[in-house]
Structures are given as structure tokens and as C-alpha cells.
């Protein structure tokens, strides 16, 4: 069962902070996040492991609260470079490993 | 080169014909996958492997077969392609071991799949 985010898009100005949501209704082992841009591959930003640990990647960081089954990315002074569609990608146990995408945020960064 | 590398990038295919995409990654990576990706519905996993000749169902299996006889490669085969089938097909590979979690996954380029 595919997680679900929030919200499908955002539009923001150089500069501003966005959150990206992440829930599943099923228990969760850990969280990815992955940005995508136009025409190419996904590309890894960041793992988070149950144990609500936050993790960061240049300014952009994420948290996991593994009681509500949610993560959140947390776009800060947001650069151009940060548009792209985002994933949070869940595993729900470490045996088996199935690595399951949401649908994706798509962010526009303006100049 | 060393990566994960998809073949073909496109393909225009007739709708019952059967088509492989063909996927091989140089890292001997234990686990691979593969998505389809269309509008409003983000990445969907299709199968996944833990290791040569070990796979297994992932959201949207039917109409997919797959086998992995070597680590490296790991090809998607559509038995008899529909239009439904139109989409873009990615390969991931990740090194996770068996009840760990997953570690980084790395993609590959796609192939950009219309079937006709």
C-alpha cells in the first residue's frame, strides 16, 4: 500500500521554507526521501530509521514519528535547485525490504 | 561503466506482443527493483529481488514477469503488452541485506514504454 503525501504541489519563492508530509496507515520500519527532476532518475536524499531521528541534507532535513506513522521533509530558505517532484519511499519491516513510493510533491522553486 | 544502466531508453511496442526491458547494474547490489511511473500515481512497485533467482510481488505485478538467473541483471518482461501498460519503467538497485532495513536506492535512466 502506497504512502500518502501532502501536498500533491507547492509553489514557492527563492528563499521561503515548505514541509512536505508523508503518512502511512500502516506501521512503518523506515523512511526515504527522494527528488526527482524533470526527464531523470530519482536520486536519494536521505533514510530515516523508526526512532524519530531527523536527519539533514544541505538545508533540507526530515523527521520520522514512527508512533503516528508519519514523516515530514522540511525545505529550508529554499533554493532553485530544490525544484523537482519529491518521494518518501516506506518500508514497513526490515525482512523483505519492499520499497514502497507515494505519489510525489511537485515543487516549483521562483526566482 | 559502473552504475545501472536500463535498455532500450524508449520503446514503441504493438499491444499483445511480448517486450523486455533489461536492466544491469555493476555493483553485485543484493536487491533490485522495478517501478512503473505514471501521472497522479507516482512510482509503483512492480517487483522486487533479494537475490539471484529469489523474487517477489510488488503493488502492481499483473501482466509482468520477471527473473533474476545472475545478480547483475534483472529483466522485466511483458507478457502480452496492453495500453495500459504505456509508462515509464524504472530499475533500482540497492545493496540491503535480508532483515536490515533498505539502504540508498540507485536508479536507473528509465525506459519510456508506448505501447500502441
Known amino acids: 500500500q502506497q504512502p500518502v503525501q501532502s501536498p500533491q504541489a507547492v509553489i514557492l519563492r527563492e528563499g521561503e521554507d515548505a514541509v512536505i508530509n508523508c503518512s502511512s496507515s500502516k506501521a512503518l520500519y523506515s523512511v526515504h526521501w527522494y527528488r526527482q527532476k524533470h526527464g531523470e532518475a530519482p536520486v536519494f536524499l536521505m533514510i530515516?530509521?523508526?526512532?524519530?531521528e531527523q536527519k539533514g541534507h544541505e538545508k533540507i532535513s526530515a523527521s520520522f514519528n514512527e508512533k503516528k506513522q508519519q514523516s515530514s521533509l522540511y525545505l529550508t530558505a529554499s533554493q532553485l535547485s530544490y525544484s523537482g517532484t519529491y518521494f518518501c519511499g516506506t518500508e514497513r519491516g526490515a525482512a523483505g525490504n519492499k520499497l514502497t513510493f507515494g505519489g510525489g510533491t511537485r515543487v516549483l522553486v521562483k526566482p | 561503466d559502473a552504475g545501472i544502466t536500463q535498455s532500450p531508453r524508449y520503446k514503441i511496442t504493438e499491444t499483445g506482443r511480448q517486450v523486455t526491458l533489461m536492466c544491469h547494474q555493476t555493483?553485485?547490489?543484493?536487491?533490485m527493483f522495478w517501478y512503473r511511473q505514471d501521472l497522479g500515481h507516482g512510482l509503483r512497485l512492480i517487483y522486487y529481488s533479494a537475490a539471484a533467482d529469489i523474487t517477489d510481488k510488488g503493488e502492481v505485478p499483473d501482466g509482468y514477469v520477471v527473473s533474476r538467473s545472475k545478480t547483475e541483471n534483472f529483466p522485466l518482461t511483458l507478457e502480452s503488452a496492453t495500453r495500459s501498460q504505456t509508462s515509464v519503467y524504472f530499475c533500482?538497485?540497492?545493496?540491503?541485506?535480508?532483515?536490515?532495513?533498505?539502504?540508498?536506492?540507485?536508479f536507473g535512466q528509465g525506459t519510456r514504454l508506448t505501447v500502441v
Open positions: 555493483w553485485s547490489h543484493s536487491y
Open positions: 533500482a538497485s540497492s545493496e540491503s541485506r535480508w532483515g536490515e532495513a533498505n539502504t540508498e536506492a540507485f
Open positions: 530515516l530509521l523508526k526512532g524519530g
